[in-house]
């Protein structure tokens, strides 16, 4: 519980703690950890080199092995047309839906959500896509107040012909699909 906030704070580390969260409801006892990385590679590459140096860092990661028992990571790029969060209310429920595309279809799924998530943009919080890891993943990540307001605004959407139209058009381009509800950690940026 200390130490994120420590390389959250730490002025040397570029990496930016977006948010942690925990599943509430789907794969459970799985943690989300979710660092920005304003310039990228060149950010991410610092990162980890002062994370593999400090002992802090040697610490933390002595210390999480003793409660887990399987870990993996991804760097993934955020859409440039999925809007900008700002993080302006409390408690709620996140929801991550983890999309497994068919490779070479990221460009078309792109185009068509660049045009769907402009019915949906209030409740919408990060676009990813999977640079490194498991690839031809997209990760699409919504705020809700609780879950009823989840299934309203789900329902909403689908009053749209263009909602229909775009999810028509992607549904084919996917492999798997997997949902979690997610809740932030005490110490998560984004509550």
Known sequence: KQILPTIHECEEMPARLFGQFSVAFGNLDKIYTIWRYEDGY?????????????????????????????????????????????DNSDGGFFEIRSYSLRPGSLYEWGNAWAQGIKIRDSDAVMGLATQVGTMNTVHHIWRYRDLVERAEERGNAWQSKEWARIVKQTVPLITDLNVDILVPTDFSPLQ
């Open 42 to 86: 060149k950010d991410l590459e610092k990162s980890y080199m002062i994370y593999r140096t400090k002992n802090i860092y040697k610490q933390y990661e002595e210390e999480q092995a003793k409660f887990i028992n399987h870990r993996s990571s991804q760097v993934c790029f955020q859409f440039s047309f999925w809007p900008e969060y700002i």
